[in-house]
């Protein structure tokens, strides 16, 4: 099985800056595309940004300019680097990652549990 494990969720004020951190691990062969997504309260999920293997991204239009995905493929590990935060991106965050298990596979898609993060005004 694979595990992917998000880290550095907190409370911040408006304007303040967080990083996210998901480290995936288990029984994996190649990670494909890694991607955040998020989930206001009461509302439904929605990505916050991806990012391919060889580095290629893509940002939601609420996001873009303010948070950077990046990843270390070395280290099997994922980041978001929340800047300039607004209350409205209080939400809980979920790392996904398309896992091949076996050099054969496509891939499966993986989530973590999620980190909560909530901004005030």
């Known amino acids: 099985q694979v595990q992917l494990v998000e880290s550095g969720g907190g409370f911040v004020q408006a304007g303040g800056d967080l990083r996210l951190s998901c480290s995936a691990s288990g029984s994996i062969d190649t990670i494909n595309d890694m991607a955040w997504y998020r989930q206001p309260p009461g509302m439904q999920r929605e990505l916050v940004a991806d990012?391919?293997?060889?580095?290629?991204?893509n940002y939601s239009d609420s996001v873009k300019g303010r948070f950077t995905i990046s990843r270390d493929n070395a280290k099997n590990t994922l980041y978001l680097q929340m800047n300039n935060l607004k209350p409205e991106d209080t939400a809980v965050y979920y790392c996904?990652?398309?896992?091949?298990?076996?050099?054969?596979?496509?891939?499966?898609?993986?989530w973590g549990r999620g980190a909560q993060v909530i901004v005030s005004s």
């Open positions: 996904s990652a398309v896992v091949a298990q076996h050099y054969w596979e496509s891939g499966t898609i993986f």
């Open positions: 990012i391919a293997r060889g580095g290629t991204t």
